[in-house]
């Protein structure tokens, strides 16, 4: 059993920066792929990022390539996104989520544990 919880989160003017971090529960962080998806109001929630276990390979969304990064410090138990030249249109709810077979994906189904979520409001 894994628990999340997000942190980070705020009002920001566009093209500024915030970063998210999801600190874990357990002894088995190190274990978990580890995704980022967000939620805006009225939309279905959506891929933004995942890292791999050591963090060596990550996979970003399209709408984020280039501007966010996602990392992550196993012995912190905690993984970050750091994320930069935000638009209005980041504007959403972001959570974390920790997948326990490792799979590296990009759908939401496939994370076994969520954490409760932290807002991120970018203005014009």
């Known amino acids: 059993q894994v628990q999340l919880v997000e942190s980070g989160g705020g009002l920001v003017q566009a093209g500024g920066s915030l970063r998210l971090s999801c600190a874990a529960s357990?002894?088995?962080?190190?274990?978990?792929?580890m995704g980022w998806f967000r939620q805006a109001p009225g939309k279905e929630r959506e891929f933004v990022a995942a890292?791999?276990?050591?963090?060596?390979?990550?996979r970003y969304a399209g709408s984020v390539k280039g501007r966010f990064a996602a990392s992550r410090d196993n012995a912190k138990n905690t993984v970050y996104l750091q994320m930069n030249s935000l638009k209005p249109e980041d504007t959403a709810v972001y959570y974390c989520?920790?997948?326990?077979?490792?799979?590296?994906?990009?759908?939401?189904?496939?994370?076994?544990?969520w954490g409760q979520g932290t807002q991120v409001t970018v203005s014009s």
């Open positions: 357990g002894r088995t962080f190190s274990s978990y792929t």
């Open positions: 890292i791999r276990q050591s963090g060596g390979s990550r």
């Open positions: 989520a920790a997948d326990s077979l490792a799979r590296f994906s990009d759908d939401a189904a496939e994370y076994d544990y």
